[in-house]
């Protein structure tokens, strides 16, 4: 078992900044690939960034590309997301999800490819 705490999330005017944390426990965190997901109301869970085992190889949805990274501290046993020009569209309840993989360089970006989930953290945009 995997456990997943997200961190940091919260209210930010458009334009602004936050930083998302995840810390995990449980197993061996570099055997791991990591992703962020983020579910609007009325939405499907999207993956708007996910990182390789290693951190050598990331991957943006179009929407937020120049604007966050996702990177990961393995010996903190944690990923992080640096969001940065928020606006309203980045409203939504955020995740980060584990999957296990000998793929060291590999990400994932579908929903059921992860096995181990968060218990997500909202952030709202506003004026």
């Known amino acids: 078992q995997v456990q997943l705490v997200e961190s940091g999330g919260g209210l930010v005017q458009t334009g602004g900044s936050l930083r998302l944390s995840c810390a995990a426990s449980?197993?061996?965190?570099?055997?791991?690939?990591m992703g962020w997901f983020r579910q609007a109301p009325g939405k499907e869970r999207e993956c708007v960034a996910a990182?390789?085992?290693?951190?050598?190889?990331?991957y943006y949805v179009d929407s937020v590309k120049g604007r966050f990274t996702i990177s990961r501290d393995n010996a903190k046993n944690t990923v992080y997301l640096q969001m940065h020009s928020l606006d309203f569209e980045d409203t939504a309840v955020y995740y980060c999800a584990a999957k296990g993989t000998a793929r060291s360089g590999g990400y994932y970006l579908r929903r059921d490819e992860y096995t181990y989930w968060g218990q997500g953290t909202q952030i709202t945009v506003s004026s």
């Open positions: 990182i390789s085992r290693s951190g050598g190889n990331s």
């Open positions: 449980g197993r061996t965190f570099s055997d791991y690939a």
